[in-house]
């Protein structure tokens, strides 16, 4: 399967810093990316939908300021939580959809971000 | 939100069993995917079934889907250790969004 990557793995920020999450997706052209937190023992919670070269579209209930994403290029989405507080503390996941006729069907998955925010 | 349900939460089987885990949904949906999620890591795509499509193989994997009930279930056979891991159905809504439920823990001893 295609290979996404993330980085970096694991971040620990000390609260009112901003972090940066890189998410590549290698060995194809990704024009949509998807951004995803986890909390301990959760499900994925769908934060954003962010498509090459627009903006992303968010979902309800995530704040955009706070959460911000680019989508610069065909192969690299980052996400930056800015002035992040403890409660942002979680585990956050890419994944990078790859276009066919009946639109994205699969989506290649990161290995995910720990942040932790003290 | 959410649309998917899974059921047992966690399930705890020995090695050389069968696992089987199940997955409903609320709205109609293009395709129901099934991920595997290792403790602390991204997730693995598994197998995608269409929604006309009722039963796909996969290696020891067998995915069901019933549209009428809005369930699927997925069935891990000869269960190995290395099969321990979290497991989420995902349906599809609209062009784009995956949708994930909450996921089966499932434990293999061995």
């Known amino acids: 399967g295609a290979v996404v990557s993330q980085h970096p793995s694991r971040v620990i920020c000390k609260s009112g810093t901003s972090v940066k999450i890189e998410c590549r997706s290698l060995?194809?052209?990704?024009?949509?990316m998807f951004w995803y937190r986890q909390f301990p023992k959760q499900s994925l919670m769908l934060m954003a939908t962010s498509n090459e070269g627009s903006k992303a579209t968010y979902e309800q209930g995530v704040e955009k300021d706070k959460f911000l994403i680019n989508h610069a290029s065909l192969t690299l989405s980052t996400l930056t939580v800015t002035s992040a507080h403890p409660e942002d503390s979680s585990f956050y996941i890419c994944?990078?959809?790859?276009?066919?006729?009946?639109?994205?069907?699969?989506?290649?998955f990161g290995p995910g971000t720990r942040l932790t925010v003290l | 939100s959410q649309q998917g349900e899974e059921d047992p939460q966690a399930l705890s089987i020995q090695e050389g069993e069968n696992a089987t885990m199940n997955c409903s949904y609320k709205t109609s949906i293009n395709n129901l995917q099934w991920y595997r999620q290792n403790s602390g890591r991204g997730l693995v795509h598994l197998i995608l079934i269409r929604s006309n499509e009722r039963e796909k193989h996969s290696g020891r994997l067998r995915v069901t889907l019933d549209t009428s009930k809005k369930s699927s279930s997925l069935l891990i056979t000869a269960s190995r250790a290395a099969d321990t891991a979290s497991y989420f159905c995902?349906?599809?809504?609209?062009?784009?969004?995956?949708?994930f439920g909450q996921g089966t823990r499932l434990t293999i001893n061995p």
């Open positions: 995902a349906t599809k809504r609209g062009a784009q969004k995956l949708v």
């Open positions: 060995d194809f052209q990704a024009t949509t």
């Open positions: 994944s990078a959809g790859r276009d066919s006729k009946r639109g994205i069907d699969t989506q290649y």
